[in-house]
């Protein structure tokens, strides 16, 4: 239906279902099992499962600092775009933006401007499904916990099945016939918001970092 429906997809069960508390500490039990002196407690096995850090790839950023990646890139391809900024300049530019939003240094371009192939391949306007991806999971995750009110008892068993008999339901089965707000509206019961996406990240990382 849109790749920013697709990401969803992706991004719920990669952060809200495969990074869960719940599930997070039914992985731990089996790696307890199967290492045996593990070494590692569960509150802290979850908080690298989450650990929130800078860093220069979009592809291995924690969820807090994702989003950040995206807007950068929006916001230097509208710049591109609108003849604002000279293709000679991009580097220095995103170099700057880089260290102004994530206060690290760019140091090689590979971990800058040349890490994604996305312009190269004139995927312009693309990175925003990324982050549209993320609200949409917000939304989704906020209802899917309204409707099945025991997915944290189910994950702690390594359980997925409730969350993916509710996702098939509710978005997949549709396949492309709704409009993506449409998609989420029918879903959710509400229009699509980033409010269930920043009320989620504060509760998880609030209580995983005890801020």
């Known amino acids: 239906v849109s790749m920013g429906v697709h990401e969803s ?14 599930f997070v500490g039914w992985l731990h039990a089996r790696m307890v099992e199967t290492f045996g002196g593990f070494g590692v407690k569960r509150d ?22 994702y989003n950040l990646h995206v807007l950068l890139r929006f916001d230097l391809e509208r ?13 220095e530019a995103w170099n700057a933006r880089f260290e102004r939003d994530f206060g690290v240094a760019v ?23 990324y982050t549209l991806g993320n609200v949409y ?19 702690a068993e390594g359980n997925t099945a409730p969350a993916t008999a509710w996702l098939r339901d509710r978005v997949q089965r549709h396949g ?4 993506p707000r449409d998609v989420i509206a029918r879903a959710t019961g509400q229009a699509p918001s980033e409010e269930p996406f920043l009320d989620y990240l504060e509760a998880k990382f609030g209580a995983l970092y005890d801020v």
Not at 9 to 22: D, F, K, L, T, V
Not at 111 to 129: C, I, K, M, R
Not at 137 to 155: F, I, S, T, Y
């Open 107 to 129: 140091d090689r371009p590979s971990n800058g401007v040349l890490q994604d192939v996305h312009w190269s391949e004139a995927l312009f306007g693309y990175f925003p499904t």
């Open 79 to 91: 710049d591109l775009i609108a003849g604002r900024l000279d293709v000679a300049d991009l580097p």
């Open 176 to 179: 492309g016939l709704y409009e």
């Open 44 to 65: 802290d096995f979850a908080r690298v499962v989450n650990r929130v850090e800078p860093g220069f790839i979009r592809t291995e950023a924690d969820e807090v600092h």
């Open 9 to 22: 997809q992706s991004r719920i069960y990669e952060n809200q279902i495969g990074r869960s508390p719940a």
């Open 137 to 155: 999971a917000g939304c989704l995750h906020a209802a899917l916990r309204r409707d099945v009110p025991d997915l944290d008892a189910a994950l």
